[in-house]
């Protein structure tokens, strides 16, 4: 059985901050509390994802669905602490599925829906599934066909399919003819504890490949306290949820708080602007998430929201990139809308600025609260269950004045214990305090007032973050080393307005070979490498700049490529 250690368990319920419940409790509770209010909204266009009707479920179908779901798991011969992979995109079906591997005590490996079997190969090899959860078909890709073609190198794992296809097993077929008695028997005979892995999420650094993020029901109940309370939510709000259940973001920050608030959670796939303005509107959506690109350029055109009522809607949620104090200023002077300034992983880091903790637009667009550290008090749960300090990289020691740029390092009740069977790199991850080494740099922000607040820097690590998404640079490298035009290759992250960042790819040619993006597109795509991993711009060097030990400097790089980029485009 994969559980927290014990010792870790009592410390923090002694101290009131894991509550040792499962986040099946927090279903049961909300499902019984008003069973015929809307609980679960498809998207709009979920008829164009999968050819099927969108639903609106109340508290009642989504229990029964849960059950028949989590009966139809059992009968595929899964039992309490198997892992099962699942890819889909952000439909009822993938909530569902959720909440029933939570009711039975398995463990959800959740995959985005864009990886191939490349990606796939290597999180089968490290989790070992039991199943493989997808849909036949998306978007044209046939995920049955890859999906068999993946499991015949892992019997182990059973194919479940959410609809008809000749590979694997109809999971919504078997769903109708179960007895969903069956599930509720079993879950009363091995209720999951506090301390079970519910989930291992995905994330990339600078290995070369996706690593494994376990998390239990402790850590999700407390996130969704956290966020909740940090976005300022309340009882029965309507949350819009754009991003799929495959990461912090989705699963701890808008599908436990439903739980908690026994709200409304409204689904959006893919991020279609139009569709997520007329969801907001339509359903009075009083809390949602969007980029910062977004939002600018709703502020920028505001031709977009004439015909929008955002009358509901108190606050929106945003990060992985920076923001501005124009943008937040925006949002509230325009439309009475709080921007919550939001910085995390899947790892546990846990910083918000919002109007609570920091009222000034401009200083919660550049500052977080200095939650967790030792010389500081805020109110609230936040501060009370993390802990964070800034190392200085060069001599180890703590930065406690302003000036000083230094590594986040975090411990305490929202962090994880450990990467997925991998004592090696768990080794490198905490440093001798047991702090997790987030990679990301930080500074106190200033003497005087100033003081209370961290002000983000950079990172120290090597990822690439286009969309949100975190990108191994090294697993690319890897991956084009074999390129037949080149004689090397390197990837970096170059600034997008958008995306924040995509990928550049920088290659030193082979004698008398002269490659172009479409090289490396088909390289990549003959690996069957996911698509928003592969290089958008393309630069040709002489050499590629290396250290004494041979390393790319990946500093150098960057520049070298972006001066490239410029002096072509000045012409």
Known sequence: ?????????????????????????LFQQAAAADPRALALVDPMNRAALDGRVPERLSWADVRERVDRMAAALL????????????????????????????????????????????????????????????????????????????????????????????????????????????????????????????????????????????????????NGRIVAEAGGMRDGDVLLNPFPLVNIGSIGGLVIPWLQLRGRLVLHHPFDLPLFLRQIAEEAVTYTIAPPAVLAALLKTPALLDNTDLSRLRAIGSGSAPLSPWLIEGWQERYGISICNIFGSNEGMSLFSGPVDVPDAGDRARYFPRFGAADQDFPGIIHRVIRTRLVDLDTGADITEPGHVGEMRISGATTFGGYWRSPALNKAAFDDQGYFRTGDLFEIAGPGPLARFYR?????????????????????????????????????????????????????????????????????????????????RLVLLPRLPRNAMNKVQRDVLRSQVLAAIAADETG
């Open 75 to 222: 009968d595929a011969g899964l039992v309490k602490d198997d892992v099962v992979a699942v890819q889909l995109p952000n439909i009822v079906d993938a909530v569902i599925l959720f909440l029933a591997c939570a009711r039975l005590g398995l463990i959800l490996c959740p995959v985005v829906v864009q990886y191939r079997e490349h990606e796939l190969a290597h999180i089968f090899e490290q989790t070992r599934p039991r199943a493989f959860v997808t849909l036949p078909a998306f978007h044209g890709h046939d995920h049955a066909a890859m999906a068999a073609h993946l499991l015949e190198k892992h019997p182990g794992a059973r194919l479940l399919l959410l609809g008809d296809a000749p590979q694997g097993t109809d999971l919504r077929a078997a769903m109708a003819v179960v007895d969903p008695a069956r599930a509720q028997a079993y879950a009363a005979a091995h209720p999951p504890a506090g301390g079970e892995v519910l989930t291992i999420c995905w994330t990339s650094g600078t290995e070369s490949r996706p690593k494994g993020v376990p998390r239990d029901h402790n850590h999700w109940v407390l």
């Open 456 to 536: 983000f820097v950079g990172r120290c690590k090597e990822i690439i973050v286009r969309g949100g998404v975190n990108i191994s640079p090294a697993e690319l490298d890897d991956l084009l080393a074999g390129l037949p035009c080149a004689q090397e290759a390197a990837t970096v992250g170059i600034p997008d307005p958008v995306l924040g960042e995509r990928i550049a790819v920088a290659v030193v040619p082979r004698d008398g070979m002269t490659p172009v993006l479409d090289d490396i597109t088909a390289w990549l795509k003959q690996a069957d490498v996911a698509v928003f991993k592969r290089p958008e």
């Open 1 to 25: 059985m994969f559980i927290t250690p014990a010792d870790r368990i009592a410390d923090y319920q002694a101290r009131g901050w894991w509550e040792g419940i499962s986040v099946d409790a």
